[in-house]
């Protein structure tokens, strides 16, 4: 079970995800999203970034991703993470308000995986 994030794109990917997880992330400071990344994948490989059943926990995702030669793949909900890996965490934030300000403000752009125990999402120009 599990995301997977494939690269469809002639160059090396790097990627984070971010999705609403109010059981791991809500507690007393009411910060229910959760963020993970920096996943490094090469072009025609793709990364195991999250090892549940993914339509348990969520139908709705969000990924940001750049490449090595500058294309991104991103969209309207911002984020600032670190730009250093900080998947073997929780890193919990509430949406468009969290992280230090020294972190980036990256935008992701949200995919629905539906009810799906596995999903891969294949990143393209």
Partial sequence: MGLRIANGYTSTIWTTIMFYSPETCGGPDNQPWECMGWWRVESGKSALVYANDVGDLNSWWYVYAQASDGAIWGGPFEQ?????????????????????????????YEFNVGDHDNYTLTLTP
């Fill in 80 to 108: 600032r993470v670190p730009l250093s890996a900080f998947g073997g965490s929780d890193i919990c934030f509430g949406l468009g308000i969290g992280g230090s300000s020294d972190y980036p403000l990256i935008g992701y």
